[in-house]
Antibody, heavy 120, light 106 residues
């Protein structure tokens, strides 16, 4: 069965970086994109960007340009999202999800979420 | 960027009610619109893709319609497990913006 398993919770200081991983199983990793979405406590969903596991191409929301880097390692079927220059307002649950771009954006499987806390 | 506006932001309903949620895009997005359900502490769950297509495994009481700038998600007969927050998301632009969410409460 399709699964996306994310790395564990992180606590970081302001100005630091965090790297969250998303390990895929149960499907051909290179055939689907991976998107990253975050959600602050009690708030809505915020789309951060995507990575194409086959090509490594990425696309980021304007808000995160220059601070986010999305990568993948196809040999271990894992996608990564690194966010730098962390601020208090980056405290949120970060989700990865599988997306079929060819279908117009079917996003059908999600990771369990990773809580990133930015605290001094 | 495309802006997505949902209404209402919250609603109260009873089991068996028909519920309709609206999502409006700031520009035409054709039918590139997903609907998700999210329960507290859980990841979103895809209900509808491409505006009107029911995702596999989703009960048929959920339906979606619309194209261009106006879209609706309908639940024909609300069930206890449907009390949750619902989000629309456009997948037309380079940044796939979500609506702000609609909380469906008892």
């Amino acid at each position: 069965q399709v699964q996306l398993v994310q790395s564990g919770a992180e606590v970081k200081k302001p100005g630091a970086s965090v790297k969250v991983s998303c390990k895929a199983s149960g499907y051909t990793f290179s055939n689907y994109g991976i998107i990253w979405v975050r959600q602050a406590a009690g708030q809505g969903l915020e789309w951060m960007g995507w990575v194409n596991p086959k090509s490594g191409n990425t696309g980021y929301a304007q808000k995160f340009q220059g601070r986010v880097t999305m990568t993948r390692n196809t040999s271990i079927r894992t996608a990564y999202m690194e966010l730098s220059s962390l601020r208090f307002e980056d405290t949120a649950v970060y989700y990865c999800a599988r997306v079929d771009h060819a279908s117009g954006g079917i996003t059908d499987y999600w990771g369990q979420g990773t809580l990133v806390t930015v605290s001094s | 960027d495309v802006q997505m506006t949902q209404s209402p932001s919250s609603l109260s309903a009873s089991v068996g009610d028909r519920v309709t949620i609206t999502c409006r895009a700031s520009q035409s997005i054709s039918s590139y619109l997903n609907w998700y359900q999210q329960k507290p502490g859980k990841a979103p769950n895809l209900l509808i893709y491409s505006a009107s297509n029911l995702q596999s495994g989703v009960p048929s009481r959920f339906s979606g319609s619309g194209s261009g700038t106006g879209f609706t998600l309908s639940i024909s007969s609300l069930q206890p497990e449907d009390f949750a927050t619902y989000y629309c998301q456009e997948t037309y632009s380079v940044s796939w913006t979500f609506g702000q969410g609609t909380k469906v409460e008892i």
